[in-house]
């Protein structure tokens, strides 16, 4: 059985966007991969399909002791359909759920986390979940937040941007990786070179380049436009919004960014996003 290697974040980090340049980068393709075949290749851990296998009630029948029980059974299956190692897309913090281990550390293999700035967060998770930014801040500061099954996928634990940031990089160890998407976005070749050193492969600058361009914003975005994103959330315009950093001073309030800040402070002092002033 191969192992998983852990791709986790809070929502709306930069998860995607780094499953798109691994498999570019593994792949090496002479044009970019359709962002519609990433699902296949890096999977989700909440996709509903998964649990279905082992538990043939109606999803409605289901409590989330269930599901929480279900996902050491998953994560083996997940684990078992390839050869090599897998990458697995989370947004589940490195905690127990429901009396039970959310990682089955059997078919764990490491991790890279990608974090990145709250304030940023608040727009881009707020247009995924169709809520307000007061709204999307409120559900951002919930301790053990659990979110809600939809027509793919299974409750899953989120908790916290601070409870999910620090299950997963407050304790370094080897097997984990840590990246913050703001580095992705201004230090691209450095950043993703990190990660691929972090896995061990050999140095290749073309094709690290390569993978960088085919999974830039602006291919993403044009591909989502012709054909639309599997993954994308039905009460959003779109899923690639604009890969930015910053734009939470134009989009925030003073209010709402006081109210992150007050929440989230400590995790976000350790990556440098406590604002001058707050």
């Known amino acids: ?3 998983i290697i852990w791709l986790a974040s809070f929502p ?3 998860n995607t966007w780094t499953r798109i340049f691994l498999l570019n980068l593994f792949m090496n393709p002479s044009r970019p991969l359709s962002i519609n075949e990433v699902p296949e290749m890096s999977p989700s851990d909440v996709a509903s399909a998964w649990y279905e296998m082992f538990d043939k009630r109606p999803r409605s029948q289901w409590s989330l002791g269930d599901v929480a029980k279900l996902r050491h059974q998953v994560q083996e299956e997940i684990a078992s359909k390839t050869p090599d190692s897998i990458f697995v897309k989370t947004h589940s913090p490195l905690l127990p759920w429901q009396g039970v281990p959310a990682f089955n550390m059997k078919v764990t293999a490491g991790a890279v986390c990608i974090v990145r700035n709250p304030l940023d967060v608040v727009a ?7 809520l307000d930014y007061d709204g999307i801040i409120k559900v951002m500061a919930r301790e053990d937040y659990t979110a809600p099954g939809g027509d793919d996928r299974v409750p899953h634990p989120i908790g916290s941007w601070s409870q999910n940031v620090a299950s997963w990089t407050a304790r370094p160890h080897p097997a984990m990786h840590v990246m913050r998407y703001e580095d992705m976005v201004e230090n691209p070749e450095e950043t993703f070179g990190k990660l691929v050193a972090f896995l061990r492969l050999p140095p290749d600058p073309d094709r690290l380049k390569k993978a960088i361009a085919f999974s830039s914003f602006d291919e993403v975005q044009k591909q ?4 639309g994103f599997e993954e994308a959330s039905k009460k959003a315009d779109r ?7 910053g734009g939470w001073r134009k989009e925030l309030t ?7 800040v007050s929440v989230h402070r400590e995790q976000m002092a350790r990556f440098g996003y406590v604002p001058e002033g707050y």
């Open 224 to 227: 989502e436009s012709a054909g």
């Open 1 to 3: 059985m191969s192992r």
């Open 254 to 260: 003073p209010e709402q960014v006081r109210a992150v």
């Open 239 to 245: 899923f690639f919004r604009g890969g930015k950093t």
């Open 12 to 14: 709306k980090s930069g």
């Open 124 to 130: 881009s998770y707020a247009s995924h979940s169709g």
